[in-house]
């Protein structure tokens, strides 16, 4: 049983057509070579110039079905390859199919459509087997972190005489999530990182360092007797090793009183999140366990490379509260055993960095970029 297509529908198709069609520079002089021969022969009523006249029209109808045969059945998908970072070339790849069983297609011509209208080639296909898809690289940049719609992707052609470029609906971009940008962190900030405690410390475990020696007992591992002072003390010694362990720290994130609106406080409120960014993954990397402290959501711990692009997806989609910021956030309630608390203010440039003893801490003015902090 087929259903009515509402009048709504088939009039906004009838209005905005599957394809669109335009002339090349080439087909322009085409066109108005065709109006001047059917001029001509209007006026001079010769049958020759008619006869000029139809083939003429007719190579235009040839061109049309050509190219409609051409763009018919092609499908286009895109997958980006890999986390993707704002400020940082982005990997993507099209993989275009021909879904027709006979029919070949010619002169595919993909092209990346911009919100403002401007395109930019992608690729170009000069033949597209029948049942065949071809993989196609490219390469593309992100300038802002955050939910981000892809570009447009459109199919055109000029196949047969390229008189003509007859074009595809252009199909919407999926959205992606864009990762803040990770800077390596200046030495001055390194250093008052290691001055508040924020570095590994030795435990007992298998490590490869010596951490102390003790008499031998039942069971332990005779691989681990060390020869030297056994022979120095008449009975055996055990080498007990040790193994690093990273630093505990607690990331509280302080808002703006209210949501930045002009240009400079939104690149300054950018800036601090990409600091925030690249201090996160600087203490995983060095098997730091980062607890994050922010109002407006739950606690949450992160720990190694996955914790990571975690807290960087947080960080990607963050968006600046309505409402007055107040104080810090719980900072007296960190719930990991000795840990470092770290306070950053988003969208005022300021970064609280502990001092070694307790006693206040090292206010840190977080510069436009995260390279240029002040000494």
Same mark, same amino acid.
């Given at each position: 049983?087929?259903?009515?297509?509402? =009048?709504?529908?088939?009039?906004?198709?009838?209005?905005?057509?599957?394809?669109?069609?335009?002339?090349?520079?080439?087909?322009?002089?085409?066109?108005?070579?065709?109006?001047? !021969?059917?001029?001509?022969?209007?006026?001079?009523?010769?049958?020759?110039?008619?006869?000029?006249?139809?083939?003429?029209?007719?190579?235009? !109808?040839?061109?049309?079905?050509?190219?409609?045969?051409?763009?018919?059945?092609?499908?286009?998908?895109?997958?980006? +390859?890999?986390?993707?970072?704002?400020?940082?070339?982005?990997?993507?790849?099209?993989?275009?199919?021909?879904?027709?069983?006979?029919?070949?297609?010619?002169?595919?011509?993909?092209?990346? !459509?911009?919100?403002?209208?401007?395109?930019?080639?992608?690729?170009?296909?000069?033949?597209?087997?029948?049942?065949?898809?071809?993989?196609?690289?490219?390469?593309?940049?992100?300038?802002?972190?955050?939910?981000?719609?892809?570009?447009?992707?459109?199919?055109?052609?000029?196949?047969?005489?390229?008189?003509?470029?007859?074009?595809?609906?252009?199909?919407?971009?999926?959205?992606?999530?864009?990762?803040?940008?990770?800077?390596?962190?200046?030495?001055?900030?390194?250093?008052?990182?290691?001055?508040?405690?924020?570095? +590994?410390?030795?435990?007992?475990?298998?490590?490869?360092?010596?951490?102390?020696?003790?008499?031998?007992?039942?069971?332990?591992?005779?691989?681990?007797?060390?020869?030297?002072?056994?022979?120095?003390?008449?009975?055996?010694?055990?080498?007990?090793?040790?193994?690093?362990?990273?630093?505990?720290?607690?990331?509280?994130?302080?808002?703006?009183?209210?949501?930045?609106?002009?240009?400079?406080?939104?690149?300054?409120?950018?800036?601090?999140?990409? =600091?925030?960014?690249?201090?996160?993954?600087?203490?995983?990397?060095?098997?730091?366990?980062?607890?994050?402290?922010?109002?407006?959501?739950?606690?949450? +711990?992160?720990?190694?490379?996955?914790?990571?692009?975690?807290?960087?997806?947080?960080?990607?989609?963050?968006?600046?509260?309505?409402?007055?910021?107040?104080?810090?956030?719980?900072?007296?309630?960190?719930?990991?055993?000795?840990?470092?608390?770290?306070? +950053?203010?988003?969208?005022?440039?300021?970064?609280?960095?502990?001092?070694?003893?307790?006693?206040?801490?090292?206010?840190?003015?977080?510069?436009?970029?995260?390279?240029?902090?002040?000494?």
């Amino acid at each position: 049983m087929s259903t009515r297509v509402p =009048f709504q529908v088939r009039l906004r198709r009838w209005l905005r057509p599957p394809r669109t069609l335009r002339p090349t520079r080439e087909g322009g002089r085409y066109l108005a070579l065709v109006m001047a !021969v059917g001029v001509a022969a209007t006026n001079t009523g010769n049958n020759l110039l008619y006869l000029v006249l139809s083939m003429m029209l007719a190579g235009i !109808v040839v061109s049309g079905l050509l190219s409609e045969q051409t763009l018919r059945g092609i499908a286009v998908r895109r997958e980006m +390859v890999g986390p993707l970072f704002a400020g940082q070339p982005a990997f993507g790849r099209l993989l275009v199919s021909n879904c027709k069983r006979r029919l070949p297609s010619f002169s595919l011509r993909l092209r990346e !459509v911009a919100p403002t209208g401007t395109s930019r080639l992608l690729a170009y296909l000069p033949h597209l087997a029948p049942g065949a898809e071809r993989e196609i690289g490219y390469q593309t940049r992100f300038e802002r972190r955050g939910l981000t719609r892809l570009p447009r992707i459109q199919t055109t052609t000029a196949f047969p005489f390229g008189l003509f470029v007859k074009a595809t609906q252009p199909e919407a971009g999926e959205e992606v999530l864009v990762l803040p940008k990770i800077d390596p962190l200046p030495v001055d900030l390194l250093r008052a990182l290691g001055e508040a405690g924020v570095a +590994v410390w030795p435990v007992r475990g298998p490590g490869p360092e010596l951490h102390d020696l003790r008499p031998f007992r039942v069971g332990d591992d005779t691989r681990l007797i060390h020869w030297k002072h056994s022979a120095k003390l008449d009975r055996q010694m055990v080498k007990e090793l040790e193994l690093e362990e990273g630093a505990r720290v607690s990331l509280i994130i302080e808002d703006l009183a209210a949501p930045p609106r002009e240009p400079g406080e939104i690149d300054r409120l950018e800036e601090d999140i990409r =600091f925030v960014a690249s201090l996160a993954a600087h203490l995983l990397r060095t098997d730091a366990e980062v607890e994050l402290r922010h109002r407006h959501s739950e606690r949450q +711990v992160y720990r190694g490379e996955a914790g990571l692009f975690r807290f960087l997806e947080y960080l990607a989609r963050y968006v600046p509260p309505e409402g007055e910021a107040t104080g810090p956030v719980g900072a007296t309630d960190v719930a990991l055993d000795e840990a470092t608390t770290i306070t +950053v203010w988003l969208g005022r440039g300021l970064a609280l960095i502990p001092s070694p003893h307790g006693e206040g801490g090292r206010l840190l003015k977080i510069a436009a970029a995260v390279q240029d902090l002040p000494r």
